[in-house]
């Protein structure tokens, strides 16, 4: 092949994107359709509940535009699908290309990849000697993976690279639908099959990942088309609103990294510190001369979550000026009156955690704030509580609430009260709460040996897909 072209439908399946970008990219002759749908940055919850943070008809939507198109032109799909990636999410997805095969009288043959990783076969691996050493250094991550760590972990996934993509490319299916996947190997499984270079392929991947996003304007709701070649690669968006422009395409590929010039990646890392942006034409962006650097092991990235209790918050507001500039003081004080109300009963700080977010202050970045001062007339407040079971989050909330509301600090003037609620009721019981404890990478032989390849024929007849 001479050239490799891709279209990414949207920046995550189920956020949407115009049916027109779709029509438009189909008529630039795409080699294949690709869109991601799995993702970390929701947080833990998803993982460890097994529920989606995006909803069944926003998802069914983009997957019967992508699938729909990409069957008619007779052309692969390739996604990521379910929000936290393991099978619980992968299986609710499959119901959903079931009822779309149906309902279009679709014929699909499609290879489906896990990204769950089982426990088992990952304790075996660390027996064996293989290490799974930590990405980022936060206390609540060991330095190593332990069996016990696993043990404690209700779900894990790993991030699949392009090979077993590739591999199932192989299986002359319509279609690969994977769980958690690196969202660069979607799109770079197809021109890494054939040969391409991987400089280009990864770097062309990165700007393509998330759609429009590196389009000017930027939309997190439309797609971007790549168009590979040997010694280069263009990007353009299909939407006659955006355009790719040097800054923007450059930008996003400095995205989400803490080296703008590298990316890491399973068998190496994408080295753009000698590429070049070339403004091809109005909307079109050249990009030559990115490099890959490999590595001598290959690595998948873990993500594993453990169960730590459960959450009530309560919403507040302050406007009061006098409070405002002794609102860090209060909270202290507040904090310690709660812990001593608390132990009469016996309840100690390890049974439950008392948080105060206070937006207009250090809401976002907490202890990391710099500015210490705030200048703001008004103030939210976020009372969060984890506790061992709802029902003692909700007392806690409730003591932490009542003793904020009415407590009093030299120089108060607003007796009746310190806090102003937006709702009634004023405190929201929100139910479990993950953590993440495993956030590792761990060195494999075979790209592909942990996750399951499965080719499922749809429709399926019934209502249970085997899986």
């Known amino acids: 092949m001479d050239e490799v072209r891709i279209y990414d439908a949207t920046t995550h399946i189920g956020y949407g994107f115009p049916e027109e970008s779709l029509k438009q990219a189909l008529k630039w002759d795409p080699h294949l359709i690709v869109a991601q749908g799995t993702s970390t940055d929701p947080g833990p919850y998803y993982l460890g509940s097994g529920k989606s943070y995006l909803t069944d008809a926003n998802v069914k939507r983009d997957l019967d535009l992508i699938i729909s198109g990409a069957k008619h032109f007779g052309i692969p799909f390739i996604c990521s699908v379910g929000g936290a990636g393991a099978d619980i999410h992968l299986k609710r997805i499959l119901k959903l290309v079931n009822e779309i095969a149906k309902e279009n009288k679709l014929k699909l043959r499609v290879a489906v990849i896990s990204g769950e990783i089982d426990k088992e076969w990952l304790k075996n691996m660390l ?7 930590r990405l980022v250094k936060l206390e609540r991550f060991p330095e190593y993976l332990s069996p016990e760590d696993v043990d404690q972990s209700l779900r894990i996934v790993a991030q699949m690279g392009p090979e077993p993509i590739m591999k199932a490319l192989d299986l002359d299916v319509d279609g690969v639908l994977t769980g958690r996947a690196l969202d660069v190997g979607l ?4 021109p890494l099959k054939h040969g391409f270079n991987a400089g280009l392929v990864f770097h062309m991947a990165k700007i393509l990942e998330c759609g429009a996003l590196a389009a000017d304007p930027g939309s997190g709701s439309d797609g971007i088309f790549g168009i590979l070649k040997k010694d280069c690669f263009y990007v353009k968006p ?7 422009t040097i800054t923007s395409v450059a930008a996003h590929s400095f995205y989400e990294r803490d080296n703008p010039g590298m990316e890491l990646l399973p068998n190496g890392y994408l080295d753009i510190t000698t590429a070049t942006y070339e403004q091809f034409d109005e909307k079109t962006v050249r990009v030559t001369g990115s490099r890959f650097v490999a590595s001598e092991k290959y690595t998948i990235k873990l993500e594993g979550v453990k169960h730590v209790g459960c959450r009530t918050i309560c919403i507040a507001g302050v406007r009061d000026p006098i409070t405002i500039s002794k609102i860090s003081l209060i909270l202290d004080e507040v904090k310690k009156a709660v812990k001593d109300m608390l132990s009469i009963s016996g309840i100690t700080e390890k049974d439950y955690t008392l948080n105060f977010r206070v937006y207009g202050l250090n809401g976002v970045m907490g202890e990391l704030e710099p500015i210490k001062e705030t200048k703001a007339h008004e103030l939210c407040i976020v009372l ?27 120089g108060r003037k607003t007796t009746a009260g310190n806090l102003a609620f937006p709702f009634s009721p004023s405190d929201f019981p929100v139910g479990s709460v993950y953590m993440f404890n495993i956030w590792h990478v761990l060195h494999v032989p075979d790209p592909c040996e942990p996750f399951k390849i499965k080719v499922i024929n749809f429709p399926v007849k019934g209502e249970n897909i085997e899986w």
């Not at 509580?385 to 030299?410: D, F, M, P, W």
């Open 127 to 133: 027996l064996m000697g293989f290490k799974a050493k």
């Open 187 to 190: 799109v770079a499984a197809f």
């Open 238 to 244: 299909p939407n006659p609103k955006r355009k790719c």
């Open 384 to 410: 969060d509580v984890v506790a061992k079971t709802q029902k003692l989050a909700n007392e806690v909330c409730a003591i932490a609430r009542s003793t904020l509301l009415h407590y009093g600090y030299k």
